[in-house]
């Protein structure tokens, strides 16, 4: 079982920046490939960016293109988010998502068995 938790979400401006953090509580999350999705009021869920294994590659929506960057620290168990140059339409509840039996990510939800609880990101105009 991977348990996955969410921080660094909050409330900026336009323009401005924040860094999300999924943190897994597992052994060897090295081994599970990750994704970002994000989930606005009244709108399905959406794919964001995602990570492979090794983090050798990675996936984005083009909505981010440019703006948001997908790393990880395996020897932390962490993932990260960066997000840069946000916008109003940004504002959503972002997930961070696992995958063990694929070493790739993907932009389909019903890919991930594990997701985490969410985190509020909020960008006023």
Excluded: P
Aim: hydrophobic content about 35%; proline content about 0%; aromatic content about 12%.
């Amino acid at each position: 079982q991977v348990q996955l938790v969410e921080s660094g979400g909050g409330s900026v401006q336009a323009g401005g920046s924040l860094r999300l953090s999924c943190a897994a509580r597992v052994r060897n999350f090295r081994w599970y490939a990750v994704g970002w999705f994000r989930q606005a009021s009244e709108k399905e869920r959406e794919f964001v960016r995602g990570i492979s294994r090794s983090g050798g590659s990675t996936d984005y929506a083009d909505s981010v293109k440019g703006r948001f960057t997908i790393s990880r620290d395996s020897a932390k168990n962490l993932v990260y988010l960066q997000m840069n140059s946000l916008k109003a339409e940004d504002t959503a509840v972002y997930y961070c998502a696992a995958r063990g039996d694929s070493s790739i990510n993907s932009v389909h939800r019903s890919a991930y068995d594990y997701w985490g609880q969410g985190t509020q990101v909020t960008v006023s105009s």
